[in-house]
């Protein structure tokens, strides 16, 4: 499987070095270093060259290597746009996924919503994001970036003594122009995955 991964990474790259977009540093809201393009990603410093896609100095070949390259490959020079919010289901083609997305995204994190209020800070900070969304309810929320033109909100209801906690995400108005919707999905796995890892 890593060597599948490699190989659609890879060629995503060589599609995307071989017929490079005009202005592709400010599509994607990165810093371009000759050939190299930098960003923040995952809460991690990412590196898009010809050769492969690294987090933090590391190689990445994996999904997350996949989702930077299309992420690359979809760049364009529309800027995102927050409200209104949607939900996965409102974009379009998203009915395959969109048990995947409940199940990987929010209810992965529904065990942990005691935990993740008293890490919002450190969530907010890694993930380029803010911990104050009046436009949403829930007992508290937050906005993350987890790629420079896809942010996603989290409202979070604790358990009461009538309901058990409960996780919504939502995503900036537009993100479906900056990934393909199966992207999208994937986004929101590894988005709470790294909420996840912030807690350890």
């Given at each position: 499987?890593?060597?599948?991964?490699?190989?659609?990474?890879?060629?995503?790259?060589?599609?995307?070095?071989?017929?490079?977009?005009?202005?592709?540093?400010?599509?994607?809201?990165?810093?371009?270093?000759?050939?190299?393009?930098?960003?923040?990603?995952?809460?991690?410093?990412?590196?898009?060259?010809?050769?492969?896609?690294?987090?933090?100095?590391?190689?990445?070949?994996?999904?997350?290597?996949?989702?930077i390259?299309?992420?690359?490959?979809?760049?364009?020079?529309?800027?995102?746009?927050?409200?209104?919010?949607?939900?996965?289901?409102?974009?379009?083609?998203?009915?395959?996924?969109?048990?995947?997305?409940?199940?990987?995204?929010?209810?992965l994190?529904?065990?942990?919503?005691?935990?993740?209020?008293?890490?919002?800070?450190?969530?907010?900070?890694?993930?380029?994001?803010?911990?104050?969304i009046?436009?949403?309810?829930?007992?508290?929320?937050?906005?993350?970036?987890?790629?420079?033109?896809?942010?996603?909100?989290?409202?979070?209801?604790?358990?009461?003594?009538?309901?058990?906690?409960?996780?919504?995400?939502?995503?900036?108005?537009?993100?479906?122009?900056f990934?393909?919707?199966?992207?999208?999905?994937?986004?929101?796995?590894?988005?709470?995955?790294?909420?996840?890892?912030?807690?350890?």
């Amino acid at each position: 499987m890593t060597d599948n991964y490699a190989k659609i990474v890879q060629s995503n790259l060589n599609q995307l070095y071989n017929y490079p977009p005009e202005n592709l540093a400010k599509k994607l809201l990165a810093k371009q270093n000759g050939n190299s393009f930098i960003f923040d990603a995952f809460g991690e410093k990412c590196i898009i060259e010809p050769k492969g896609i690294t987090f933090n100095g590391r190689e990445h070949i994996s999904i997350l290597g996949i989702l930077i390259s299309l992420y690359a490959l979809n760049a364009c020079s529309d800027s995102s746009i927050i409200l209104p919010l949607k939900s996965f289901r409102e974009f379009p083609g998203s009915m395959p996924y969109r048990g995947a997305f409940t199940t990987h995204t929010e209810l992965l994190l529904v065990p942990h919503v005691n935990k993740i209020r008293k890490k919002v800070k450190i969530i907010t900070e890694t993930l380029n994001g803010k911990d104050v969304i009046t436009e949403t309810r829930g007992d508290f929320s937050f906005i993350i970036y987890p790629l420079p033109k896809i942010a996603l909100c989290y409202i979070f209801y604790e358990a009461d003594d009538d309901f058990p906690a409960s996780v919504t995400c939502l995503y900036s108005n537009n993100a479906c122009l900056f990934l393909p919707v199966d992207g999208l999905a994937d986004v929101g796995e590894y988005t709470s995955r790294k909420i996840l890892k912030l807690m350890e």
